[in-house]
């Protein structure tokens, strides 16, 4: 038990927080294409993809509150950015898009070894493109 808390007594109202934020979601297929460099596991022996058991999805969350700045956070099945430049890359590229300053916007990948290289150092490997 929390000895912090204060009790509540049963009939007791309690306030709830509230928000007049606007939100909208959305959901997009990006499963790679079969064929595509998918080697992202050491002992892998497998140079690129050969299918996917289950789509690959980006799930995009905005928010905008009274401030009227969006947050937007990106959800993304992919592997993990090897490189800092590739995520400064992608980062920009969607930060431009949208018309965001940088603590606008969250990207996090799910961490997948079954999806896609995010390397373009391996942009000379087969599978890339």
Known sequence: MNDTAPATRLGARIRIPR????????????TPPVGIRAKNWGPADWERSEGAHRPFELTALAVIAADDRPRVLLAVDGTWWRRVADEQGVRGTILDALGLDPDQLMLSLSHTHAGAVLCAADAHLPGES
Do not use: E, F, V
């Open 19 to 30: 928000t007049r934020a606007r939100i909208g979601i959305a959901r997009r297929d990006i």
